[in-house]
């Protein structure tokens, strides 16, 4: 297993981190144990969840994946505890998603709700890496295209924001901060504000990116270079679409069968390129899954790639992607595939 470290700290984070949304709903608690054994055998020691997770959630069983970890870390003890880096993340304002809280926002009241909430589910006493799961404005992500819905009520709030942290940081509640499903301007305003203020500055970012999209390149990835900000890849397959299972059609088991909300990843580009990238991946004696993670394992602008999966078969396949090193011939027969159909599943 390889290891980075997270920007302007010391904490150590394997290139690998295990994402767990479908813990509480498509995985028992048992199967999220086992799969977080694994994880740690293999080197893994760096977990993402979410306080809305698990995936096609609800509100009988939100925060059940923040659960399902937190009686694995009780089981394992503080000090194998320690030797994790646990991530988690508050949502923001969604509609459909009021059973977590009302309201979503990044006030005082919800951010700290929150966090004590995640704490407790969790059964830890801090939170390695805590996240913005998307932004308190209106703004383009999850599948939107061209000009951004400005947002004329938002009231820029990113140094409050960053105080709430700042607190909870003295406290001890949190060590660090990052973002997700940001854009450029998001970004820039936290630093901006963390330098202005001497306040807490975002380590990390978590955003897609995959052989399907790869948005990020186009300024964030600059960005994120030059202000020594990390990127947590998510989705390297693409909601499962880049393991090729779905060339063959959508079996009811399959994700996007369970979650048709999920529509950026199934349109008629995407199976397109899907199908080049296959058959690339054929023509050079590898799998797709070793492709395309390998893919977003080699950009340099990555810290650490996000994987999850619903069996061991599926995560003792995706940690073995990682061990594929793409040659310069095949990395331009990718760009090749990428200028015939550029980001079909932003």
Not at 143 to 156: A, E, K
Not at 198 to 217: C, D, G, M
Request: hydrophobic share 40%; proline share 4%; net charge negative.
């Amino acid at each position: 297993m390889n290891y980075t470290t997270l920007p302007n700290t010391t904490i150590k984070i394997s290139k690998i981190c295990l994402g767990t949304m479908t813990f509480g709903n498509q995985n028992s608690e048992a199967e999220a144990h086992s799969q977080l054994d694994y994880a740690v055998e293999r080197g893994i020691n760096f977990i993402d969840t979410a306080e809305m997770y698990p995936i096609g959630g609800n509100s009988q069983i939100v925060g059940s994946t923040e659960r399902h970890i937190g009686s694995w870390l009780n089981k394992i003890g503080a000090s194998e505890r320690e030797k994790l880096v646990i991530a988690t993340k508050i949502a923001g304002p969604n509609r459909g998603l009021e059973y977590i809280r009302k309201p979503l926002d990044f006030s005082k009241k919800s951010i700290h709700e929150a966090v004590d909430l995640s704490l407790k589910n969790l059964q830890t006493d801090f939170i390695d890496l805590y996240q913005l799961h998307w932004p308190e404005r209106v703004m383009n992500m999850f599948g939107q295209r061209g000009l951004p819905n400005i947002d004329t009520n938002w009231q820029d709030n990113i140094f409050e924001v960053l105080s709430i942290f700042d607190r909870l940081i003295k406290e001890g509640k949190i060590k660090h901060i990052g973002v997700s499903n940001e854009n450029p301007y998001g970004v820039m305003r936290f630093l901006h504000e963390s330098e202005k203020h001497n306040l807490p500055r975002i380590v990390t970012i978590q955003n897609p990116y995959s052989l399907l999209n790869r948005l990020f390149e186009v300024g964030l990835s600059e960005i994120c270079m030059r202000e020594n900000v990390g990127l947590l890849a998510y989705s390297p397959l693409a909601f499962g679409v880049l393991s090729g299972k779905y060339l063959n059609g959508i079996k009811p088991e399959y994700r996007m069968s369970l979650f048709p909300q999920f529509t950026r990843y199934n349109g008629d580009n995407a199976t397109k390129a899907t199908k080049l990238y296959y058959d690339l991946a054929q023509a050079n004696g590898l799998t797709l899954i070793q492709l395309a993670e390998a893919f977003v394992h080699q950009q340099r602008f990555v810290m650490s790639t996000i994987i999850g999966a619903t069996s061991m078969e599926q995560l003792t396949q995706n940690i073995d992607a990682f061990e594929v090193v793409l040659s310069q011939e095949l990395l331009s027969e990718i760009n090749r595939i990428q200028e015939l159909h550029p980001n079909p599943a932003p």
